[in-house]
T-cell receptor, first 113, second 116 residues
Framework: ELKVEQNPLFLSMQEGKNYTIYCNYS?????LYWYRQDPGKSLESLFVLLSNGAVKQEGRLMASLDTKARLSTLHITAAVHDLSATYFC?????????????FGKGTLLTVNP | GAVVSQHPSRVICKSGTSVKIECRSL??????MFWYRQFPKQSLMLMATSNEGSKATYEQGVEKDKFLINHASLTLSTLTVTSAHPEDSSFYIC????????????FGPGTRLTVT
């Protein structure tokens, strides 16, 4: 059974600071996703990571994937209040036509002025 | 990416009644759709996988007689919560995989169900 662990689950940080959210998963996977969720809203896709060593950046967020370590990171640079949200990583099972996603528990990020 | 709509966005129903939630793909055909449930401050939990023209596959612990899924066309899947109880109150989110695309799931905006 594929398990996905995120940490930390809660992150309170000051504006301007840097921090990293970690996502570990238990078995080989095709791809890893990062999503953002604002209160009362659905998921917004941030990144899709497809291969070992993949790195993607959008604004103050950068995601990376190490398939050998089964680890992905979401790095936040110089945080701003607008980044406050819950961030989920999700891993997609390998093989065939199985497109199921397994989600981490999410990281609630609060950026304080 | 695909545009996914859900209707209604919010619904309040009385205990014991049934409520239907629609999930539509507005611009692409989708052979596979997924239904998730999310309780407050928790992650998304997959309820079932819906393939067009065939019976849905339910995750362990999800009652298929209570949560009826119909994927009647390549652009529409419905979730009916039958005999709803207050504990069924949750945020229901659908997603789909585009038939002609890759494996990425595109998510709907969600439906907030409150059972009184």
């Amino acid at each position: 059974e594929l398990k996905v662990e995120q940490n930390p689950l809660f992150l309170s940080m000051q504006e301007g600071k840097n921090y990293t959210i970690y996502c570990n998963y238990s078995t080989t996977s095709d791809r890893l996703y990062w999503y953002r969720q604002d209160p009362g809203k659905s998921l917004e896709s941030l990144f899709v990571l497809l291969s070992n060593g993949a790195v993607k950046q959008e604004g103050r967020l950068m995601a990376s994937l190490d398939t050998k370590a089964r680890l992905s990171t979401l790095h936040i640079t110089a945080a701003v209040h607008d980044l406050s949200a819950t961030y989920f990583c999700a891993v997609q099972n390998s093989g065939g036509s199985n497109y199921k996603l397994t989600f981490g528990k999410g990281t609630l990020l609060t950026v304080n002025p | 990416g695909a545009v996914v709509s859900q209707h209604p966005s919010r619904v309040i129903c009385k205990s014991g009644t049934s409520v239907k939630i629609e999930c539509r793909s507005l611009d692409f055909q989708a052979t596979t759709m997924f239904w998730y449930r999310q309780f407050p401050k928790q992650s998304l939990m997959l309820m079932a996988t819906s393939n067009e023209g065939s019976k849905a596959t339910y995750e362990q612990g999800v009652e298929k007689d209570k949560f009826l899924i119909n994927h009647a066309s390549l652009t529409l899947s419905t979730l009916t919560v039958t005999s709803a109880h207050p504990e069924d109150s949750s945020f229901y989110i659908c997603s789909l995989v585009v038939s002609s695309g890759g494996k990425e799931q595109y998510f709907g905006p969600g439906t907030r169900l409150t059972v009184t």
